[in-house]
């Protein structure tokens, strides 16, 4: 009868210990530090359809959307280069024809080595310098924060034109 209450306190102890050497919650759900982009016409968040996006230079398939309908999308930076470009295809109307509207966007960075955890690892953080674009079908971009880490939160507004009117 006496070992009863070490039994329970051993058992009890063993499980905290489990439960705490199996949680992850150490790390954000988003592994890579990427910029969020979220579409915005007429300062309301919306949804572009028919948008086509693909990164300048990059090697391999640089196709991150094709022909989709999206009201936010990851822009994945190279920290091997201080600058990544990405081409922004939209279909408009201009005097009753279908047009194809090109856009570049451009982001210029500075990559940070950051050593997250032993869980989660190492990354880089991109501390942003300046964003540009042509303005076809984009009327602005916003930046939002200057530092980009994996924490999930929107760091751009591309300010689209209603190519409708």
């Known amino acids: 009868m006496n070992r009863l209450p070490h039994l329970i ?3 009890t102890l063993a499980l ?5 050497a199996c949680n992850d919650d150490s790390c954000f759900e988003n592994g890579s530090s990427l910029p969020l982009a ?3 016409m007429d300062d309301e968040q919306v949804t572009i359809s028919g948008l086509t996006i693909m990164g300048i230079g990059a090697p391999g398939d640089s196709l991150l959307v094709d022909s989709s309908a999206i009201k ?5 930076l190279r920290a091997s280069v201080n600058s990544t470009s ?5 279909w408009g109307i201009l005097d009753i024809e279908k047009v ?5 966007l451009t982001i210029d960075y500075e990559a940070i080595e950051f050593f997250h955890s032993a869980e989660c ?3 880089y953080n991109f501390n942003i ?3 540009t674009c042509t303005d076809n079908a984009i009327d602005s971009v916003t930046l939002l924060t200057t530092l980009i880490t994996n924490a999930i939160a929107p760091s751009l507004r591309i300010h689209f034109t209603n190519l409708s009117q």
């Open 16 to 20: 905290t210990l489990i439960g705490t």
């Open 129 to 131: 310098k300046r964003v």
């Open 100 to 104: 194809e509207f090109l856009d570049t």
């Open 86 to 90: 990405f081409v922004l295809k939209r």
């Open 72 to 76: 936010e999308v990851y822009l994945p």
């Open 121 to 123: 690892g190492a990354m």
């Open 9 to 11: 306190l051993a058992l």
């Open 38 to 40: 979220q579409c915005y």
